[in-house]
């Protein structure tokens, strides 16, 4: 659901292309060229341009060379450049790959330059995205949550009243979607959310007072806790809260493919920044919730997070420059009116609240959650340790196995964490 899926988006007439060439074509007459990397589609692409165009408009001696692709071999592809010594002045940076190139001494840390890049209009749950111990290694490029959004055209349809979005129990999403699974006569499931992705189990893991990931980079998750996350899966497809195991397929990660844009799932969790795509998908009538338990869970299991990362390579050779450029993503009004909140809401809370009025009603809808959010005590993200890729490909195979009963969830937890403790080297 979160894996940010894009198109190569050739012809757009960007600066620069997709797919990573290298950065040294250097132009002449003594100005400067940034080689800026990302992934995404035509349309990011587009948005992205534009606030550029403003970057190099107000810094006359700097152009912006800018190569981006699909999200599948970026991280092999970035990986390739740093290790033929030609890494990109600024990069987007996954968290799951953050702290192999920040303990391998790859990337700047902005706590030396603060008087160059201002991070201090950021909350305390943003600026720790991107930290590793005492050293901070980049800026979010956006800000997302994750949310439960219902359609209440079916829930209306169906006579099924919504709970209470801030004091709801699992219990109470799993008794709501049993309800609509009965009131449709099984036309449309009450609720489906993935077992597979990461970020879910991550916040249901702090919801019983553990970390996924601690800050030593370890497996902090119990045998217990992602026992209970597969139980909750299985009593929920038990009782017709969920639809039957095999019925969600792989159709395609945008929200338009959906089975919640196709009507036959009433509710689901979603990455926030894709509230409004998700909304028009399934017809306007959607609302947003927090997560189920947050408020029966040992603590909080939300969290602020982001799609990905700003960061700056140690070995850029315009340091200052690319320095620059990512102070004015961070910091700068026009850039965000350009790009909206194609990657979340902006980090900065400032920039944040002053473009909030200017969003459609459903960006707008998400960026008050966010704000809201980070007034909270919230448990921290920490950065994910190198093997992560791993444990999520596990998650996705072991999840399989549990949906068609071929395992139990006690045999796939304690499978998954052997797997997830073998990953990370612990």
């Known amino acids: 659901m979160i894996r940010m899926a894009g198109l190569t988006g050739l012809g757009l007439g960007l600066t620069g292309c ?66 033929a ?32 890049v201002d991070l201090s209009g950021l909350s305390e749950s943003a600026r720790t995205l991107a930290a590793v111990g005492d050293k901070t ?9 994750l949310g439960f959004v219902v359609n209440k055209t079916l829930t209306d349809r169906f006579g099924v009243r919504i709970p209470d979005g801030d004091t709801w129990s699992w219990d109470d999403l799993a008794a709501f979607a049993r309800d609509v699974t009965r009131a449709s006569g099984r036309k449309v499931y009450g609720t489906h959310f993935d077992h597979a992705t990461l970020a879910n189990l991550i916040a249901f893991t702090r919801q019983q007072g553990e970390d996924f990931y601690t800050a030593d980079g370890t497996l902090g998750a119990s045998e217990a806790t992602v026992a209970a996350w597969f139980e909750l899966g299985n009593r929920m497809r038990t009782d017709g809260a969920f639809p039957p195991a095999g019925f969600i397929e792989e159709v395609g990660s945008s929200a338009a493919q959906s089975y919640l844009a196709k ?17 028009e998908a ?45 102070n004015f993503l961070v910091n700068d009004l026009e850039a965000a009116k350009a790009t909206g909140t194609t990657r979340g809401v902006p980090a900065s809370t400032k920039i944040a609240e002053e473009l909030k009025p200017t969003l459609a009603p459903e960006d707008q809808v998400a960026t008050e959650y966010l704000t809201n959010l980070q007034k909270e005590n919230l448990p921290r993200s ?23 009963k071929r395992q139990t969830p006690q045999q796939a937890a304690r499978a998954f964490v052997d797997a997830g403790r073998k990953a990370l080297g612990r």
Not at 263 to 279: K, V
Not at 312 to 317: E, I, L, N, P
Not at 382 to 404: C, D, H, R
């Open 18 to 83: 997709a797919g990573f060439g290298g950065g040294d074509d250097e132009p002449e007459g003594g100005t400067v060229q940034l080689n800026m990397v990302w992934w995404g589609d035509a349309k990011r692409a587009a948005k992205t341009q534009a606030a550029l165009d403003i970057f190099q408009r107000e810094n006359a001696g700097i152009t912006v060379k800018v190569e981006y692709q699909d999200s599948g071999p970026y991280k092999d592809k970035l990986a390739t450049r740093f290790a």
């Open 85 to 116: 010594g030609d890494p990109p002045d600024v990069m987007a940076m996954r968290m799951d790959s953050l702290r192999e190139y920040a303990d391998r001494g790859a990337l700047l840390d902005l706590n030396q330059h603060s008087s160059a």
């Open 137 to 145: 290694y980049g800026a979010p490029a956006g800000l997302n949550a």
């Open 263 to 279: 009507g036959s799932i009433a509710s689901q969790i979603i990455p926030t920044n894709n509230f409004l795509s998700y909304d």
């Open 282 to 326: 399934a017809g306007g009538n959607l609302t947003l919730l927090r997560l189920p338990g947050e408020t029966q869970g040992k603590r909080r299991g939300q969290s602020v997070d982001c799609p990905h990362l700003w960061s700056v390579a140690a070995a850029s050779k315009h340091r200052d420059e690319a320095l620059k450029l990512l």
């Open 382 to 404: 920490y950065t994910y340790p190198p093997g992560s890729s791993k444990i999520q490909s596990s998650l996705e195979s072991i999840a399989t196995e549990v949906e068609f």
